[in-house]
């Protein structure tokens, strides 16, 4: 169970915050992948292969799979439990491990209609190998990026479904998503002021956060709340998001006999595609932190490298020098 949603404020300003809700701890840790790396789908001997055109920060699932990270041109992902995702039976298609396919994404597209034009055909077979807890693989992804422009992508009985548009910037978790639109259309109708959802269940987190996100401030706020010797960075309405997405979150531990989806929220992301700046926040560490990318080196050749977060790991402020060369983790075999 996770909130994902894009804000745009004044002067072309769009910022995509989500929270990562999930039932036990993921061991997330946050990767800087070069341009230039070889990659392949994970997937068997149908795999694709592909060199990446693009860098990218992303934040791990079990250092198996990319669950969320923004590219060097601005290009964010966000991957979201979805109960009703069915990927399809085997066919002749190529394939990808879904655990692998939000990396694709972000390593060859620059914006989000680029994706959309490229992956709207369905001619990539998606493969969903279980994780190592058993649980299954069923995830829909959302993209965003500088213009403002997202997409929803479903995989429904077999078959990719696509929603794109700006308009388009709140996802949650089941139901499928246009099923979400309905319930989100009733509750426009409501007077938020009077009365607005309250429960953790999708639906309900999907009309708050459509009002929040819309309420916050839209003018920009020139307070300085980051100041490094290589990057000064101007955006109070980086913080409003990240209080909407806090806003929305299920408190560590809490859980329900009869709702055994209901997770607790981990961890949430704030990605400034405008600036180009990620914030993290840990639900389980006192302190926030955040790291440019223009302090990161994409370079082709230059190494992968690796933020430890896992195991309690405490940063605050500017964490990009903290990140240390590593092996990159490898896509779970489906």
Same mark, same amino acid.
């Given at each position: ?5 894009? &804000?745009?404020? #004044? ?27 070889? =990659? ?9 292969? %592909?060199?990446?055109?693009? @860098? ?5 699932? &079990? ?33 990808? !491990? ?5 990396? *694709? /994404?972000?390593?060859?597209? $620059?914006?989000?209609?680029? #994706? +959309? ?32 422009? !997202? ?13 794109? @548009? ?7 978790? !089941? ?11 009733? %509750? ?13 269940? $999708? ?7 459509? &009002?929040?996100?819309? #309420? ?20 109070? #309405?980086?913080? !409003? /998001? ?11 531990? +809490? ?11 981990? %961890? ?6 405008? =600036? ?24 082709? @050749?230059?190494? /992968? ?8 790991? +405490? *940063? ?19």
């Amino acid at each position: 169970m996770c909130t994902r949603a894009v &804000y745009v404020g #004044a002067n072309g300003l769009v910022i995509t915050g989500r929270s990562m809700d999930w039932a036990e701890d993921m061991h997330s840790n946050a990767w800087v992948f070069p341009r230039g790396m070889e =990659r392949d789908g994970a997937s068997g001997p149908n795999t694709i292969r %592909w060199t990446s055109r693009y @860098g990218s920060l992303v934040f791990s699932a &079990y250092d198996i799979g990319s669950a969320d990270g923004m590219n060097e041109k601005g290009l964010v992902m966000n991957g979201l439990y979805l109960a009703e995702s069915d990927y399809g039976p085997a066919d002749e298609r190529p394939t990808i !491990s879904v655990l692998a396919f939000g990396q *694709y /994404v972000l390593d060859m597209f $620059a914006t989000v209609e680029e #994706a +959309v034009a490229a992956l709207r055909g369905d001619e990539i077979r998606i493969v969903a190998p279980k994780l190592p807890n058993g649980r299954e693989t069923t995830v829909h992804m959302s993209l965003s990026d500088v213009s403002g422009d !997202s997409a929803i992508f479903e995989f429904l009985d077999g078959r990719l479904t696509v929603h794109h @548009g700006r308009q388009y910037r709140v996802m949650t978790n !089941s139901p499928r998503y246009e099923e979400q639109l309905a319930i989100a259309a009733y %509750w426009g109708r409501i007077n938020p002021l009077e009365f607005l959802p309250g429960s953790f269940n $999708a639906a309900d987190r999907f009309a708050r956060v459509s &009002y929040m996100i819309d #309420a916050i401030p839209k003018a920009e706020d020139a307070r300085i709340i980051s100041a490094t010797p290589n990057h000064t960075y101007e955006n109070q #309405a980086a913080a !409003s /998001v990240l209080s909407v997405m806090r806003s929305v979150g299920v408190p560590l531990g +809490v859980t329900h006999p009869d709702k055994p989806n209901l997770a607790s929220s981990l %961890w949430r992301t704030v990605h400034d595609h405008t =600036r180009l700046v990620t914030f993290f926040d840990s639900a389980t560490t006192p302190n926030a932190f955040w790291v440019p990318l223009a302090d990161l080196d994409f370079s082709e @050749g230059a190494p /992968v490298k690796k933020l430890t977060i896992a195991g309690g790991r +405490v *940063y605050a402020g500017n964490a990009a020098s903290a990140f240390e060369p590593a092996e990159p983790f490898a896509f779970l075999q489906g």
